[in-house]
């Protein structure tokens, strides 16, 4: 067994149980799912008496596909335990005590001198279809919407233009949002030639269409609630999840981190409550924000400017392109099984097809490479001794709380990495 490749991008690999109901109650309360939990609906019509949580890709179905393919969406349904109820598809409800399914069954039959493949066209409609349809779709929303727009092309994106285009070479805020910058105009731009256009890779690793591709991302530009600007304790507010998820207990304490590294700083050179503040009489500093919110899909930053709001909108922006992308990039063991998350699948099927299967591994491989890591030295991008202190404070404070995450682990019963510092990629570099 090869195994998957590259390791970099496995969170967790899929274990002999992978097909199973608790398997994939794992990948939404302890896997790579947790950020796409909610609480149910007050007004969701589909929602069974018991459901405490969902997972709502319902939107999907309305994603135009390529002739021949399924379409995507599906929602899925918790108890307050975690434990799935159902998932409503396509206007139909499957449970895991109804129908389980057959599957299409292929072979190949001899014409005139060549084998020419066949399949029948008779299954069983049940529970394993649903299953499948849901993880597959919960795949492509993360590959699309959350890392691909949400992390690259939004937070990533509004990062390094701002700081490029506002910020003087050596103003204090550019320096200090340098790293958080590494190499992402450079990965943006080939994202933008080799992943979104029509027959580049996203368009061949999901059955979407280019219509697809484009409605997906305006979804997520009008409608999605999460790329609207939140603090990440905002974010977890918003979820109303009240069972604790790995995501959120690691979440809000790296994030802690990153915002008393900021006030730290800033304070160095900025004076927080001033009247007219600080923060907000530095023309660059301004020009930075007001950058930001330009490129922001929602335009929804705080108002009015202040030291204090400058320092969330630094720790969550830094949030966004550490652990926002680690999150929803390390997926590989999730989509190297093209049975378990397919990114297009036909009807009555429960795999995924070859070509589209294959383009999803080579989108995994392809952006594997090891990139600098949020704990390594960047005193170089400092000019004064006080940022180059800070900085290895800041390092080192991630260090320790790499080994608080490792302890919480060892009580965990499925190991959530995400949060391992030394893992963390400092920016959207990959």
């Not at 599957?103 to 299954?123: A, D, I, K, Q, T």
């Not at 994106?157 to 949002?177: D, F, Q």
């Amino acid at each position: 067994q090869i195994g998957v490749w590259p390791q970099t991008r496995v969170l967790n690999a899929l274990g002999d149980n992978r097909y199973s109901d608790e398997a994939l109650e794992d990948t939404i309360f302890r896997g790579i799912g947790q950020h796409r939990v909610t609480v149910v609906r007050e007004d969701d019509p589909h929602a069974p008496n018991r459901a405490k949580y969902a997972v709502y890709l319902g939107f999907a179905e309305s994603l135009p596909m390529r002739p021949g393919f399924e379409p995507l969406g599906a929602d899925a349904y918790f108890d307050d335990s975690g434990t799935i109820i159902s998932i409503y598809r396509l206007g139909k409800e499957y449970l895991p005590t109804g129908p389980q399914g057959t599957s299409v069954e292929c072979g190949e039959v001899w014409r005139f001198g060549f084998w020419y493949p066949e399949c029948s066209s008779s299954y069983e409609d049940g529970w394993m279809h649903a299953k499948m349809a849901f993880r597959g779709t919960l795949i492509v929303v993360i590959t699309v919407i959350d890392h691909l727009h949400g992390v690259h092309l939004t937070a990533a994106n509004a990062l390094v233009t701002a700081n490029v285009e506002e910020l003087p070479p050596r103003h204090k805020l550019r320096e200090l949002m340098t790293p958080f910058g590494y190499r992402t105009e450079a990965i943006n731009y080939n994202a933008a030639i080799i992943l979104t256009p029509e027959w580049t890779l996203v368009h061949r690793a999901t059955g979407l269409t280019t219509g697809g591709i484009i409605a997906a991302f305006q979804y997520a530009n009008t409608t999605s609630e999460t790329l609207k600007f939140r603090t990440i304790p905002e974010l977890k507010q918003l979820k109303g999840v009240e069972m604790s998820l790995p995501l959120d207990e690691d979440g809000l304490d790296y994030y802690a981190i990153l915002k008393d590294f900021v006030h730290e700083y800033l304070s160095t050179y900025y004076v927080f409550g001033a009247s007219p503040d600080s923060c907000a009489a530095d023309i660059h500093i301004t020009a930075w924000y007001n950058r930001i919110r330009t490129i922001l899909p929602h335009q929804d930053l705080p108002k009015p400017l202040t030291c204090n709001v400058l320092e969330d909108v630094m720790a969550t922006q830094m949030y966004h392109v550490t652990a926002s992308h680690r999150l929803t990039g390390t997926i590989a063991a999730e989509t190297e099984d093209p049975c378990w998350a397919p990114g297009a699948w036909r009807k009555g099927y429960l795999c995924g097809l070859p070509r589209t299967s294959f383009s999803l591994g080579v989108i995994m491989a392809s952006t594997g490479s090891e990139q600098p890591k949020i704990t390594e030295d960047y005193s170089h991008v400092f000019a004064d001794a006080t940022g180059k202190d800070l900085w290895a404070k800041f390092s080192q404070n991630l260090t320790v709380f790499e080994e608080i995450v490792q302890v919480r682990n060892e009580k965990r019963k499925i190991k959530f990495s995400v949060f391992e510092s030394s893992r963390i990629e400092t920016a959207v570099g990959i």
